[in-house]
Structure formats: structure tokens, C-alpha cells
């Protein structure tokens, strides 16, 4: 539930190790490298995919300039991926039950609450997968990225969340949060994260009601494309057949 299966199977070692978890990260990454491949010339950033250990996603998200969207999306259906969703900001892909998310703007309910363009110009960088050079976050990105993630969309605090804060949290990630206008959200991914620390809650952490209130409070008044984008929710909520079904798996769910 908290992202850190393999980390923790890898650490205990001995009759514990599980290889059919090995055989799923290795399944993972070749078939990353295989998206990466096919978005040569694309302008992209792999995104929430740097961690400070490895862990096996439920599906790959990817940072797309929107004028390069159509061609992403076509170079991938040319490798046998099919279109399964199509919304604002997002197009969800998949193949053989590798789910790939292509995101413009990182949002929920098609708000958006980070600047995916500034992401990818400003704060990505090249790293090395498996001997092969891919484009992602810099490590103080994906410390803003995962506050944001967490209290903007999820309202869940997952340890590796909390790992990522813990092990890459520094002065510049500070000022990389305040320009991508979601410091008050990691100041409550912190406030989290220390409760899950001193032992006095659980992770998976469910976000109360009041925090989230202020979050959502302070982004509005501060963030002008958060607020302007704020109507959709409502264009969202009424596109939704089953919304009642979907709200109460999210407010009743451990994890996602």
C-alpha cells in the first residue's frame, strides 16, 4: 500500500525475497524504456518515476508539452497501445496491462494544480535507466510533485511519499515548491509525514477534512490558473455516470 513492496523484500533478503516482485520491476522498466524509445523528439519528463529506491508502479506518468501530445499518442498506438481515456490535461494508454498516462498539466477532476510545461522546461534533467538515457524530474521537483500529488489529488500520504521528503527535502526544493506555487502543500506533506514518523498514525495517512480545506484555500487565492480551472470540477462531476460510486471509493479506499 505504500509503494516500498520490493524496497522492503530487497532489504530482508533470505526466503522473503520474492521474485515474481522482481519479475514485475523488470517488466516495468523494459517496457518504460520501450515508451521512451518511441518518444524520441518528443519534449517529455518522466514524472512522480524518481524515487529513492526502486518500487514497481501501477502505471507509468509522463509529462507531454501539448503540442506534442497528438504525436506521443500516435507513436505509441503505432507500438500497440490503445487509447482508453482521453480528458483534459490527460490521455490515459495501455497495452497488455502496461498503462501509460500522458499528463500536459497535472490535475485532478481537470484542475490544474502544476505548471507541467515549467516541469518539463525548467526542472527535468537526463538520467540513466538501465544503461539508457531517459528524461525525468530532478530530484527536487519530485519533492514538490509529491506534496502536490498527495494533498491536491490523492488527500493520501503514502510512506514513500514521506520517504522521498525525508531523503531529498533541501533548500532548493524549498524554493522549486514556492515556484511552482505548492509550498503550503508541502508544508502539510511534512506536518504528515512527522505524525506518521513519531508513531502517532499509520501510513497510508488520510488527510483530515480541515487540512485539506486550507490547502485548497490557500491554492485558490494564491494559484490564478488553479482558480480559473476550478469550474471544470463541477463540468467533471456531471460528465461522471457512477460519480456517487467514485466518490465513496475515494473517500473509504487505504491506497491507490
Known sequence: MNKLYLAYLRCVGGVLRDELEESRFKWFVRNTLEVVKALKGVDY??????RPVDHVSVD????????????????????????????????????RGFIVDLYTM?????????????????????V????????????EAEVAVAAAHAVYKEHLVLLMDCLVVWRWL??????VAAELGVEDALRELLEA???????????????RPY????????????????????????????SRRNIGAEVLGKLTRRSY
Open 170 to 175: 533541501s533548500g532548493r526544493a524549498w524554493k
Open 128 to 139: 540513466e535507466l538501465w544503461g539508457t538515457t531517459v528524461r525525468a524530474l530532478s530530484r
Open 60 to 95: 507509468l506518468d509522463i509529462l507531454v508539452s501539448a503540442r506534442d501530445t497528438p504525436r506521443a499518442v500516435k507513436s505509441l498506438q503505432e507500438r500497440g497501445f490503445r487509447v482508453i481515456v482521453s480528458e483534459p490535461y490527460t490521455v490515459t494508454m495501455e497495452r
Open 45 to 50: 519528463a518522466l514524472y512522480k518515476f524518481r
Open 211 to 238: 487540512t485539506l480545506a486550507r490547502a485548497y484555500l490557500g491554492k485558490a487565492l494564491g494559484d490564478p490558473v488553479f482558480r480559473a480551472t476550478l469550474p471544470n470540477a463541477l463540468r467533471y462531476l456531471l
Open 106 to 126: 497535472p490535475s485532478f477532476a481537470w484542475v490544474v494544480y502544476m505548471d507541467g510545461y515549467k516541469l518539463i522546461e525548467e526542472h527535468s534533467s537526463d
Open 193 to 207: 509525514c512527522d505524525i506518521v514518523k513519531r508513531g502517532l498514525a499509520e501510513a497510508p495517512y488520510r488527510l
